[in-house]
Structure formats: C-alpha cells, structure tokens
C-alpha cells in the first residue's frame, strides 16, 4: 500500500516536500515513482527511483527542480520540489513496480491516492 501526504497550497518560486509511505515492499524489490496530473490532463510521469538503476527522470521540465529521495526507517520516499511553478499544479501519486521503472503509468502495479499541489499566487 502506497499513501502520498505534504501536498497544499504554496506560491510560485516556493518549495514543498511530498511523502510517500509504503507497507507490503521493499526497495529492494520495487521501484518507486512520482505522477502527476493536471486537470483535464493525461497523468505525466515526474521521477522514478529504480533498486538497479538509481534515479531515472522522466520529463525534462522537472530535471534540477524535482528530487527524489529515501528514508528506510520510515518507510518511505519523497519528491522534493523546489522552484515551483504554476504548470506544477497537479495531483502527485506515488506508484510501485517491481524491479524497474516502467516506460508508462500503466506498468506501475500499486498506486496511492494522491495529494493536491496547487502552486498559485
């Protein structure tokens, strides 16, 4: 089970730091990713962290602003985003893969609600 938290309402140029708290895996295992999506927008994939491979990125418009990181004892993975802009608006989920990074959301197998980001003046 997957459940996303640290979302909300935050101004243009500011930063927030979302978790993602696992149960059932490990990841060792499993890779982790970040989604969003945008009203009236296809879901886009944000970061994934793969236990092989490491970090794979997959926009370029998040790359040196979105980082993605661990906390083993706590279960769980973050998404820190810094330099937040008003196209950043979106809900975030986290999802998990066995193994690798799927190229599409629709490879992920288990996946958190979401939480709101609303980056806004």
């Known amino acids: 089970q997957l459940a996303e938290s640290g979302g909300g309402l935050v101004q243009p140029g500011g930063s927030l730091r979302l978790s993602c708290e696992y149960s059932?895996?490990?990841?060792?295992?499993?890779?982790i990713g970040w989604f969003r999506q945008a009203p009236g927008k296809e879901r886009e994939g944000v970061v994934c962290?793969?236990?092989?491979?490491?970090?794979?990125p997959y926009a370029d418009s998040m790359k040196g602003r979105f980082t993605i990181s661990t906390d083993n004892a706590k279960n769980a993975v973050y998404l820190q985003m810094n330099s937040l802009k008003p196209d950043d608006t979106g809900v975030y989920h986290c999802?998990?893969?066995?193994?690798?990074?799927?190229?599409?959301?629709?490879?992920?197998?288990?996946w958190g609600q979401g939480t709101q980001v609303t980056v806004s003046s």
């Open positions: 999802a998990a893969a066995a193994y690798v990074c799927p190229e599409s959301p629709s490879g992920f197998e288990d």
């Open positions: 059932g895996l490990t990841l060792d295992y499993y890779a």
């Open positions: 962290l793969s236990p092989t491979l490491g970090t794979i």
